[in-house]
Nanobody, 118 residues
Framework: QVQLVESGGGLVQAGGSLRLSCTASRNIFSFNIMGWYRQAPGKERELVARIFTNATTNYADFVKDRATISRDIAKMTVYLQMNSLKPEDTAVYYC????????????WGRGTQVTVSS
């Protein structure tokens, strides 16, 4: 089982930026999809962005044009750069990974809190 450790969350003012990092315990980038979900209080966990084994990316509509997901294979790390943050972006952000075969179960990090003040 791969371990995922997130960092980079914190408190930021609306309009500010944050970069989240997620480091895997072993190099899985050739085989696994990686990405980020978030969960706000009282809401379901929702997909934010993901990066596929061929480096293709996709984003949820609510962060499109404000977020960039990237990876550094040598560092076994995935990043989520978020700009123009809004109070509604406040949530716990979870890194996830799963094998590229559809239906494979995901592995999760413990999450990092992002709080955007108005």
């Amino acid at each position: 089982q791969v371990q995922l450790v997130e960092s980079g969350g914190g408190l930021v003012q609306a309009g500010g930026s944050l970069r989240l990092s997620c480091t895997a315990s072993r190099n899985i980038f050739s085989f696994n999809i990686m990405g980020w979900y978030r969960q706000a209080p009282g809401k379901e966990r929702e997909l934010v962005a993901r990066i596929f084994t061929n480096a293709t990316t996709n984003y949820a509509d609510f962060v499109k044009d404000r977020a960039t997901i990237s990876r550094d294979i040598a560092k076994m790390t995935v990043y989520l750069q978020m700009n123009s943050l809004k109070p509604e972006d406040t949530a716990v952000y979870y890194c996830f990974t799963r094998f590229q075969m559809p239906g494979s179960p995901p592995s999760w990090g413990r999450g990092t809190q992002v709080t955007v003040s108005s």
